[in-house]
């Protein structure tokens, strides 16, 4: 029904930075919001970065200030800008949409499969 898809991780060294991409897909009607969240080998998942419809941003306090969430409407995409990066920042980051289906009144979320971004010498 929607398709969340990934791309932008990789291997970069400390201080760098990345850009996430995710794009969704499918019999959507409207996107409510839609957001990443990180998992580190050995740690429970994690919010890092929301984003909403009417632009209204949340972002986990570990990563504020290099972390900036953004979204393209018209190509139902989402992006994770991640600067000045650092080894602990190494985690399988995914992303997640909250849709209205086509036809339906209740939002549905959905999860990319995600992409590992390794932050390393």
């Known amino acids: 029904q929607v398709q969340l898809v990934e791309s932008g991780g990789g291997l970069v060294q400390p201080g760098g930075s990345l850009r996430l991409s995710c794009a969704a897909s499918?019999?959507?009607?409207?996107?409510?919001?839609m957001g990443w969240s990180r998992q580190a080998p050995g740690k429970l998942r994690e919010l890092v970065a929301a984003?909403?419809?009417?632009?209204?941003?949340t972002i986990a306090g570990p990563v504020k200030g290099r972390f900036t969430i953004s979204r393209d409407n018209a190509k139902n995409t989402v992006y994770l800008q991640m600067n000045n990066l650092k080894p602990e920042h190494t985690a399988v980051y995914s992303c997640?949409?909250?849709?209205?289906?086509?036809?339906?009144?209740?939002?549905?979320?959905?999860w990319g499969a995600g992409t590992l971004v390794t932050v390393s010498s």
């Open positions: 997640h949409a909250l849709v209205y289906l086509a036809g339906h009144d209740d939002v549905t979320a959905y």
């Open positions: 499918g019999n959507i009607s409207s996107i409510y919001g």
């Open positions: 984003l909403t419809g009417g632009g209204a941003t």
